[in-house]
């Protein structure tokens, strides 16, 4: 199956600096990415959809000015952690679409776990 | 009400056994209906994929889903060692955003 490459894996930082997550489709162009945010033992939520060439669509209580998504390129967005605090220790994940049909065409990056001192 | 409902466990069994993982939903609308894997710290995989009511098998694998009753399940034949991860079911929306069930997080023992 095509690969999404997620990147880093984790990061520890400081409270109050920024922290910047990448998200790369390998072997295919995504004209859509999606990101999710995952606590312990919860499932994922999902945070905003990342559409190349335009503003990300955020979800209801997440908020845009904290969590800024670039998706600059068929094959990459950024998620950026603005003021990172340690309540937004969490495993970041995202998705990306291949092709624009069936959500079979649904692939996941490994995850970034955040941890914020 | 949550839109996608599962039970977390944990449940655990026996090598060999048969696994039998459920997911309600209460938005009749949907369509597309997923089961995803999920190891410790890793992204979901996606196992199987159905769009209308019946069964689809892959492998170990079968997927079920009941559109009357709004019922999705999983199951696992043979069931490994290996097999031993969480299992989050997920409903499309529009434009392939996804909704997660919790998660139901499966042991299967040697």
């Known amino acids: 199956g095509a690969v999404v490459s997620q990147h880093p894996s984790w990061v520890i930082c400081k409270s109050g600096t920024s922290v910047k997550i990448e998200c790369r489709s390998l072997d295919f162009q995504a004209t859509t990415m999606f990101w999710y945010r995952q606590f312990p033992k919860q499932s994922l939520m999902l945070m905003a959809t990342?559409?190349?060439?335009?503003?990300?669509?955020?979800e209801q209580g997440v908020e845009k000015d904290k969590f800024l998504i670039n998706h600059a390129s068929l094959t990459l967005s950024t998620l950026t952690v603005t003021s990172a605090h340690p309540e937004d220790s969490s495993f970041y994940i995202c998705s990306a679409r291949q092709g624009v049909a069936t959500n079979e065409k649904l692939f996941f990056g490994s995850g970034t776990q955040l941890s914020v001192l | 009400q949550k839109e996608v409902e599962q039970d977390p466990g944990p449940l655990s069994v026996p090598e060999g056994a048969i696994v039998s993982l459920n997911c309600t939903y209460s938005n009749s609308a949907f369509q597309y209906f997923m089961w995803y894997r999920q190891y410790s710290r890793k992204g979901p995989e996606l196992l199987m994929y159905?769009?209308?009511?019946g069964n689809k098998e892959d492998g170990r694998f079968t997927a079920q889903v009941d559109k009357s009753s709004k019922y999705i399940s999983l199951f696992i034949r043979d069931s490994q060692p290996s097999d031993s991860a969480t299992y989050l079911c997920?409903?499309?929306?529009?434009?392939?955003?996804?909704?997660f069930g919790e998660g139901t997080q499966l042991t299967v023992n040697p």
């Open positions: 990342s559409n190349e060439g335009s503003k990300a669509t955020y």
């Open positions: 159905t769009y209308s009511s």
């Open positions: 997920a409903k499309e929306t529009s434009g392939s955003r996804l909704t």
